[in-house]
């Protein structure tokens, strides 16, 4: 059998009929964006908007992504003359070919390109999908880590920087000499108030470069604050496979998803922005009860889910949705979650809730617990940590995200339930097993040591008993019985 070919500007005309395709004339789009962080998530939603823009006519907000990292994406797409295949799954599936990419950047190999790229008069917003991680800030403070060994890179060497930061600030700089008119940066990242978040470190970085470019960046720099939604699991080499039977042709880099999507964004641009709207984004005054509800409900569940579920022998979301009493939990968690968020009077909490249950019910997204547990030290604080900190503030009880965080603390201590290894993926992965070295199965040495790391804990939930007691209780239950045991004991309380 002859090999296929791969999906491509050539091989277009030979998809089958039921896969949308861009039916604009690419070579006349000019690049209005920059994406530094080109990873599944934004081809997924981000690029997939922007496709529709660019099929209304217009041709003005082409992508270039960036990866700070790795070649991989640049090389596969680019084989591909950067097509890729959006697959939709649901009971029903649906395929698009989407063509709003334009090129990817690796910025390791010519950091001097990307801060020129992004220099371009025609490029209006820079929006960016980095993980909590790529802020490189303490969650706890929400402040610079100035004394992080990149952040001292990029400010030791501006001209080949390394975090988002030192590339902004650089453009920013050599478009204000240029008398070019400023960027709006976009974080599409799930993080507290992440406009407002990311315009605080980005302008604390600018003032280490100079002062001068510090007071033009926190006077002249937007940062509008975002929500986005969709669930998008890891794409699999089965995944490829069928999608090669469906088309016909090879897409070695395609993204799977689940039909729903929404983002949600604060109508603050300085240079104009698509019409994102046209294509079913929401543009509003204040993102806050959006964002509070989405990181509260469905990531604090999400995460609930990748660690209480993982440990309970389930590998992916749809699969621990199916055992009653971890989906009991995922259910009480949202709820005790719906009185710490300042709702506006025309946002259906209720509706939102019954739709992620659904949604993570979904079986055709392999949506793995694994992958929804990496990076934990970054996510705790906002799913987390911040609504145990107004229900504490309330009265009210916690074991619900008590346990959560237990589920975490036994996550990665490195071991399951049924003593095998797990591959722990965090920032903080170092600092956390040097905490833990010397603690080995006592619950109480287990819980102080994590406690200790202020960085995602700070300095007032650690010296709280209620919270203490109630995540220690959790802890010794996990212990001693297992995951699954104390969820069934706490699903109903």
Not at 31 to 51: E, K, N, P
Not at 145 to 167: C, M, S, V, Y
Not at 377 to 394: C, G, M, W, Y
Not at 455 to 480: E, H, M
């Amino acid at each position: 059998m002859s090999p296929r070919q791969r999906l491509s500007a050539a091989s277009l005309s030979a998809l089958p009929a039921n896969v949308a395709r861009p039916a604009y004339d690419r070579s006349a789009i000019a690049t209005g964006i920059v994406h530094l962080g080109i990873g599944s998530f934004h081809r997924a939603h981000q690029a997939v908007y922007t496709d529709s823009v660019l099929t209304s006519g217009d041709r003005r907000w082409g992508i270039v992504g960036a990866s700070l990292r790795s070649p991989d994406t640049r090389d596969i797409l680019n084989a591909q003359d950067y097509f890729y295949t959006l697959n939709l799954r649901a009971e029903a599936e649906a395929l698009r070919v989407i063509g709003s990419l334009q090129d990817i950047l690796v910025a390791p190999e010519n950091p001097a390109v990307l801060i020129e790229t992004l220099c371009r008069p025609s490029v209006a917003v820079v929006s960016l999908t980095v993980t909590e991680k790529g802020y490189h800030y303490d969650p706890a403070t929400r402040a610079l880590n100035e004394g992080g060994p990149n952040i001292r890179h990029d400010l030791a060497h501006p001209g080949a920087p390394r975090t988002i930061f030192g590339f902004l600030a650089a453009a920013i700089a050599r478009r204000r000499k240029l008398g070019v008119m400023p960027f709006t940066v976009l974080s599409c990242d799930n993080l507290p108030a992440n406009g407002r978040t990311l315009h605080g470190l980005l302008s604390r970085y600018a003032q280490l470069v100079s002062p001068d470019l510090g007071s033009f960046v926190r006077d002249e720099i937007l940062c509008p604050n975002t929500m986005v939604d969709r669930i998008v699991p890891a794409t699999t080499d089965d995944d490829r496979r069928r999608l090669g039977d469906a088309l016909g042709v090879d897409d070695l880099w395609p993204v799977v998803a689940e039909p729903f999507t929404q983002w949600v964004i604060e109508d603050r641009f300085s240079s104009g922005r698509p019409a994102w709207d046209e294509a079913g984004a929401t543009f509003v005054r204040d993102v806050a009860p959006f964002e509070s509800m989405k990181l509260r409900l469905l990531n604090g569940s999400h995460s609930a889910l990748a660690y209480l579920g993982y440990l309970s022998g389930y590998e992916t979301v749809a699969e621990a949705m199916g055992d009653d009493a971890l989906a009991g939990f995922a259910e009480g968690l949202m709820t005790d979650a719906m009185p710490t968020l300042d709702l506006t009077s025309n946002v259906d909490v209720g509706a939102y809730k019954a739709s992620l249950l659904a949604r993570f019910r979904n079986r055709a997204l392999h949506h793995r617990t694994w992958q929804i547990a990496m990076d934990g030290s970054q996510k705790l604080p906002q799913r987390i940590l911040e609504p145990i900190r107004d229900r504490l503030a309330k009265g009210l009880p916690i074991e619900r995200h008590a346990l959560v965080v237990a589920g975490w603390m036994r996550y990665v201590t490195g071991v399951d339930e049924r003593g095998r290894l797990i591959d722990v993926r965090d920032p903080l992965l170092q600092s956390i097993r040097d905490t833990l070295e010397n603690a080995g199965r006592d619950v109480p040495r287990i819980v102080g040591a994590l406690l200790g790391l202020k960085t995602i804990f700070g300095g007032d939930l650690p010296a709280d008993q209620r919270f203490r007691l109630a995540v220690s209780d959790a802890l010794t239950s996990i212990c001693s019985v297992g995951s699954r045991q104390t969820i069934e004991r706490l699903a109903k309380f």
